[in-house]
């Protein structure tokens, strides 16, 4: 029987795969994108064979998970977190966190800013974040809405330690992942749009778009981060019940 290691370095190779056709299909160089490999579903162990597999960008949905496998994990890795941030929770993540991908609210980006402005040893310099936007408009989503990022640029210009890096999006499931195309291509307008609209620090450069279903055409329409998991980790162990 293949060991864990084997499975899991087959499966970046067909990950990976992937995002070389699909970079080639768009004329894109494949160093334009980083693969962020979201380890939810998996455990710290497993979580801790990516590194030495060539894979430093690992993401979390949950703080408590980041927290944990963040502890868990040795070496040389960066750690994302993709999902809701309860204001509760923003002083023990913030130190961990390479890159928030889901910045969902304005309340949440006062907060953030107000922690990071806070004396050296709590807080860090600068916190580099995502927008989270609901570009597929489902009610049940967190994020910003489109049309309200017009809105938001006074406030974002005035922020002095997080910097505005770019967009997030999650697109609907579907069957045919073709059908995600719109979302994609929507945040990219957008994206597009306001990119020379913000002062320095901030630069709208970003879009982590596409998980395990639609990550080709996310990568086709843009995506400079991809958010992967059930491609590399179905199956294998988990630190659950
Ligand atoms: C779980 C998760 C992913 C990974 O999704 P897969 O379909 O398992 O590849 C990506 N982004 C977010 C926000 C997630 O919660």
Not at 138 to 161: M, V
Not at 177 to 202: K, M, S, V, W, Y
């Amino acid at each position: 029987m293949a060991s864990v290691e084997q499975i899991l370095k087959e499966r970046l190779g067909g990950v990976e795969d992937r995002l070389r056709d699909a970079c080639r299909r768009a004329g894109r160089p494949r160093d334009e994108v980083t693969l962020v490999a979201v380890t939810k579903t998996t455990s710290a162990a497993v979580a801790g064979l990516l590194p030495s597999l060539g894979v430093r960008d690992l993401g979390e949905s949950r703080p408590q998970e980041l927290w944990r496998k963040a502890a868990a994990v040795a070496g040389d890795v960066r750690w994302h977190l993709v999902g809701h941030l309860q204001r509760n929770k923003i002083e023990r993540t913030l130190p961990l966190v390479h890159l928030l991908h889901s910045v969902d609210s304005l309340r949440l980006l006062r907060a953030l800013e107000e922690t990071t402005n806070r004396p050296a040893g709590e807080g860090r310099s600068t916190l580099p974040v995502l927008l989270e936007i609901n570009a597929s408009r489902e009610a049940a989503k967190h994020g910003f809405a489109p049309e309200d990022l017009p809105g938001l640029l006074p406030e974002l210009a005035g922020l002095r330690r997080v910097q505005v890096c770019g967009l997030m999006t999650m697109a609907a499931y579907e069957q045919d992942p073709e059908r995600c195309r719109p979302t994609f291509a929507a945040l990219r307008g957008l994206r597009d749009r306001f990119r020379g609209r913000l002062p320095a620090p901030h630069r709208l450069d970003e879009l982590s778009m596409g998980m395990t279903n639609d990550f080709d055409i996310a990568l086709e329409e843009g995506a400079t981060l991809v958010r992967i998991g059930t491609a590399l980790f179905e199956g294998l162990p988990g630190d659950g019940p």
